[in-house]
């Protein structure tokens, strides 16, 4: 039997699901739980669309099999926004239109958040350099820039107003 | 692209592991970062019966030290070895030129046992290892041995390990004091290989070079050691003239397979400038 019981936590939901073992995290995501946020852009971990959260991590879930992540704790696009509130990132993104036709949008986010929480006061060059991995076909990195600056931000002064 | 079907194990210690692909035999593959192996199963190069994933063995993992060596777990990051207070101390090429591996997310997954197992003469630390006398620890059947790397890049995707070993340390010396060091790749974009690429240690001792090694990432088929251009620098004291020399000796070796980066003409051309600014920033790093 190819196939394998996972549990794991998704946006904060227990869950268990039989998977088969060469399901892709992306198509698990997808195709099992409807989270259709993470996109399947290159399918050969070069354009990041299909970026996720495992344990703390930025990772590409086309690359990643989905019963790699038994006992994980994922995160997708669909958990970032809580009681209805959008993330801080999601707002900064909005407002400073970083995007343009939106296909590397949940992989922007997705990666712009983890990146945040290891440097959460980033120069533009390690923006550039934590977004790295995130490709934007309509090459609209100068507003996904700003966005991320603008969201850095937005978490700081979050962070001083609950400190 | 959905690899074809396989059976997954995942041992937790790295005896199971070995005993796993013992008695799996040649139908296994171990499945460690699988940004290699992943993308080769999807395009269905590699159609193993069996995943053996490493990934959940904590011994695998870190970076320790044990007397004069530094013992880096082959389950070890890319980002795990850039963030490492003991490799950005003692052997600092390694993070370094673990910030020009892939990009951030990859550099979660991709490991550097990973990098250094898989044989393909494009990856990184293959030419690192060489740079830093690594010694391979391979866990096997019989037990461990010890391989140093000089011995273990055999051909390309052709290494010591035996079909049921683990690579499962590498271990290294920390640089004599002030040395410098650079890694020096040519790529066309973020996540590329190399078109070329050259790692470089130097130590000076009285205004001559008293420690040196030069080595090649993507310039032929396995990592190379450019000796004959260690040995031009070697108790010199440097001038430009000399590194010309040594760069011009290191793309004698250089026999690079031509592909979209380049034909073996240019690469080569390529490996030369990559010697010459990696000893000169080598140079400027080191006291």
Request: hydrophobic letters at 40%; one cysteine or more.
């Given at each position: 039997?190819?196939?394998?019981i996972?549990?794991?936590?998704?946006?904060?939901?227990?869950?268990?699901?039989?998977?088969?073992?060469?399901?892709?995290?992306?198509?698990?995501?997808?195709?099992?739980?409807?989270?259709?946020?993470?996109?399947?852009?290159?399918?050969t971990?070069?354009?990041?669309?299909?970026?996720?959260?495992?344990?703390?991590?930025?990772?590409?879930?086309?690359?990643?099999?989905?019963?790699?992540c038994?006992?994980?704790?994922?995160k997708?696009?669909?958990?970032?926004?809580?009681?209805?509130a959008?993330?801080?990132?999601?707002?900064?993104f909005?407002?400073?239109?970083?995007?343009?036709?939106g296909?590397?949008?949940?992989g922007?986010?997705m990666?712009?958040?983890?990146?945040?929480?290891?440097?959460?006061?980033?120069?533009?060059?390690e923006?550039?350099?934590?977004?790295?991995?995130?490709?934007?076909?309509?090459?609209?990195?100068?507003?996904?820039?700003k966005?991320?600056?603008?969201?850095?931000?937005?978490?700081?002064?979050?962070?001083?107003?609950?400190? | 692209?959905?690899?074809?079907?396989?059976?997954?194990?995942?041992?937790?210690?790295?005896?199971?592991?070995?005993?796993?692909?013992?008695?799996?035999?040649?139908?296994?593959?171990?499945?460690?970062?699988?940004?290699?192996?992943?993308?080769?199963?999807?395009?269905?190069?590699?159609?193993?019966?069996?995943?053996?994933?490493?990934?959940?063995?904590?011994?695998?993992?870190?970076?320790?030290?044990?007397?004069?060596?530094?013992?880096?777990?082959?389950?070890?990051?890319?980002?795990?070895v850039?963030?490492d207070?003991?490799?950005?101390?003692?052997?600092?090429l390694?993070?370094?030129?673990?910030?020009?591996?892939?990009?951030?997310?990859?550099?979660?997954?991709?490991?550097?046992?990973?990098?250094?197992?898989?044989?393909?003469?494009?990856?990184?630390?293959?030419?690192?290892?060489?740079?830093?006398?690594?010694?391979m620890?391979?866990?096997?059947?019989?037990?461990?041995?010890?391989?140093?790397?000089?011995?273990?890049?055999?051909?390309?995707?052709?290494?010591?390990?035996?079909?049921?070993?683990?690579?499962?340390?590498?271990?290294?010396?920390?640089?004599?004091?002030?040395?410098?060091?650079?890694?020096?790749?040519?790529?066309?974009?973020?996540?590329?290989?190399?078109?070329?690429?050259?790692?470089?240690?130097?130590?000076?001792?009285?205004?001559?070079?008293?420690?040196?090694?030069?080595?090649?990432?993507?310039?032929?088929?396995?990592?190379?050691?450019?000796?004959?251009?260690?040995?031009?620098?070697?108790?010199?004291?440097?001038?430009?003239?000399?590194?010309?020399?040594?760069?011009?000796?290191?793309?004698?070796?250089?026999?690079?397979?031509?592909?979209?980066?380049?034909?073996?003409?240019?690469?080569?051309?390529?490996?030369?400038?990559?010697?010459?600014?990696?000893?000169h920033?080598?140079?400027?790093?080191?006291?």
């Open positions: 039997m190819a196939k394998q996972v549990k794991m936590t998704l946006n904060g939901q227990q869950i268990e699901q039989l998977v088969d073992s060469r399901t892709l995290l992306v198509h698990f995501l997808r195709e099992q739980m409807s989270l259709t946020g993470a996109h399947i852009g290159c399918e971990s070069h354009c990041g669309a299909c970026t996720v959260d495992i344990d703390g991590e930025s990772v590409k879930a086309c690359t990643h099999l989905a019963v790699q038994d006992g994980s704790d994922v997708t696009v669909e958990g970032l926004a809580e009681a209805g959008l993330h801080a990132v999601q707002e900064a909005y407002e400073e239109h970083g995007l343009q036709c296909f590397c949008t949940p922007m986010l990666r712009s958040y983890r990146f945040l929480q290891e440097n959460p006061n980033p120069t533009e060059d923006i550039r350099l934590g977004l790295s991995g995130n490709l934007c076909r309509c090459t609209g990195y100068q507003n996904i820039v966005a991320v600056q603008s969201a850095a931000i937005k978490l700081q002064q979050k962070e001083s107003a609950t400190a | 692209m959905i690899p074809p079907s396989f059976e997954y194990h995942r041992p937790s210690t790295v005896d199971e592991a070995v005993g796993l692909l013992s008695s799996l035999g040649s139908e296994a593959k171990i499945l460690a970062g699988g940004h290699s192996l992943l993308p080769m199963m999807k395009l269905r190069f590699a159609q193993p019966e069996h995943l053996v994933d490493i990934n959940r063995i904590p011994e695998l993992k870190g970076v320790r030290v044990v007397g004069d060596d530094i013992v880096i777990g082959a389950m070890t990051s890319e980002n795990a850039i963030a207070p003991v490799l950005n101390e003692k052997v600092p390694l993070p370094e030129a673990a910030k020009l591996i892939a990009d951030p997310q990859v550099r979660n997954r991709g490991t550097i046992g990973g990098d250094i197992a898989h044989g393909d003469p494009a990856n990184d630390h293959p030419a690192l290892a060489l740079a830093c006398d690594a010694v620890t391979i866990a096997g059947p019989n037990g461990k041995r010890q391989v140093p790397a000089s011995e273990f890049f055999l051909g390309t995707y052709w290494t010591a390990l035996e079909e049921s070993d683990i690579l499962t340390e590498i271990t290294v010396k920390a640089f004599p004091p002030g040395a410098g060091y650079s890694y020096k790749k040519l790529k066309r974009k973020t996540g590329d290989w190399a078109t070329a690429a050259c790692a470089v240690v130097i130590a000076m001792s009285g205004g001559a070079v008293s420690h040196i090694r030069i080595t090649l990432t993507n310039l032929g088929p396995t990592a190379l050691r450019a000796h004959e251009a260690e040995s031009i620098l070697m108790g010199q004291h440097v001038s430009d003239a000399l590194i010309r020399q040594a760069a011009e000796q290191a793309m004698e070796i250089c026999d690079p397979a031509e592909d979209l980066r380049g034909d073996a003409e240019y690469k080569t051309a390529m490996a030369g400038q990559m010697v010459q600014r990696a000893i920033d080598a140079l400027s790093k080191a006291s």
